[in-house]
């Protein structure tokens, strides 16, 4: 760490803070060369590694365009697709992992789509479970059922 005035390579933290709900700390540090204060403010970063191998930031962005197809034609706004996203995000970062396969990211948006819509839970389930055949809907439809979402009720995003 430079102090931004004098690129001294040493200070010292005077105070620590977390901010934006646990996922930054915002640090106010002091060079030990000139005195002078400064902040800095430390953020986790999530790396999706995708089936090419090829590593990428998470982009909350890519969940919602492709929750937003499975929810085409749907009774589903955009802030319910922010919340979703922003519920997929922090279920990501509570495990603690630097990187994570896409697929994961995937599968960990089934289970808040499902509360979401129903309809755009089996569109998105038939891609990110490989479904087959009119037997794996049939499963997907049957656990919908019993897990208490029934026909026309519309669950509503925690």
């Known amino acids: 760490m430079y102090c931004p005035f004098c ?8 105070d620590s803070r977390t901010t934006d709900d646990g996922g930054a700390i915002r640090r106010r540090r002091q060079c030990t060369e000139c005195g002078k204060r400064f902040t800095t403010v430390e953020t986790t970063a999530v790396a999706v590694i995708k089936r090419s191998g090829v590593t990428e930031p998470f982009n909350r962005g890519k969940i919602i365009s492709g929750v937003r197809k499975a929810c085409q ?3 589903v706004g955009e802030d319910d697709l922010a919340k979703l996203a922003q519920e997929v995000e922090e279920s ?4 603690g992992l630097a990187e994570i396969d896409a697929h994961e990211v995937g599968l960990s948006i089934l289970e808040p789509l499902s509360r979401l819509d129903t309809v755009a ?24 059922r019993n897990s208490g979402a029934e026909e026309g009720e519309q669950p509503t995003l925690i």
């Open 73 to 75: 034609g749907r009774p």
């Open 7 to 14: 690129r001294h390579t040493d200070s010292r933290v005077v």
């Open 92 to 95: 990501i970062r509570a495990k």
């Open 121 to 144: 839970y089996l569109r998105f389930a038939s891609v990110y479970q490989a479904f087959e055949s009119l037997a794996d809907f049939e499963r997907a439809i049957a656990d919908l």
